[in-house]
C-alpha cells in the first residue's frame, strides 16, 4: 500500500484587491517584504483560475522569516467583482482576516493608525498574548498577536 501523501506547509493566500499601490503599502508598513511583482496574462494562466481573457498585476507579499506569504492580484481583465460592502464585519462569511505576529503590538498599533488604519478592537488574553484587529485599505482586516512572557 502506497504511503499517503502529507501537506509540507502553507505558501500563501490570495487577496484580489483594486489600489495594488496601496495595499502593498500597508502590508510593507507592517513589516512583510515585496517578495516580487509580475505581470500575467494568457490563455494558461485563465485555465489555471477558470478565467478568460486574464490579465493581472501579482505582488507578492512576505513575512521576514520567509514563512508566510500573501499575494495580491490586481485583475486588469476580466474586471474585477466586488462581493459585498468593504467594511464588511468579521463576522461574514468566507475568509475574513490573517493573523500576525508581532514583538510589540503597541508600536505597530500606534504606526499602524498613524497611516489611516482603523483599530476595531483590542484585548489580552490571560497572560499569554495580546491580540489587535485593525481594517486596512479596501477593508482588508489584519489580526495582530503578540506573545507575552517570551
Known amino acids: 500500500m502506497a504511503a499517503k501523501s502529507k501537506l509540507l506547509r502553507m505558501d500563501n493566500v490570495l487577496l484580489v484587491v483594486d489600489d495594488l499601490e496601496s495595499v502593498k503599502a500597508f502590508f510593507i508598513e507592517l513589516g512583510m517584504e515585496l517578495e516580487g511583482e509580475a505581470t500575467v496574462e494568457g490563455p494558461l494562466v485563465g485555465r489555471l483560475i477558470g478565467l478568460t481573457d486574464v490579465r493581472a498585476t501579482l505582488a507578492m507579499m512576505r513575512t521576514p ?3 508566510g506569504g500573501i499575494e495580491l492580484d490586481k485583475f486588469h481583465t476580466p474586471n474585477p467583482i466586488r462581493f459585498g460592502p468593504i467594511d464588511a464585519p468579521v463576522n461574514t462569511l468566507g475568509f475574513r482576516r490573517v493573523m500576525l505576529v508581532v514583538d510589540d503590538i503597541d ?3 500606534a504606526r499602524m ?6 483599530i476595531i478592537g483590542e484585548m489580552q ?19 495582530l498577536s503578540e506573545q507575552l512572557g517570551t
Open 113 to 118: 493608525r498613524a497611516h489611516g488604519s482603523e
Open 65 to 67: 522569516d520567509g514563512h
Open 125 to 143: 488574553f490571560e497572560d499569554t498574548n495580546r491580540l489587535a484587529y485593525i481594517r486596512g485599505p479596501e477593508g482588508i482586516i489584519v489580526g
Open 107 to 109: 508600536e505597530v498599533v
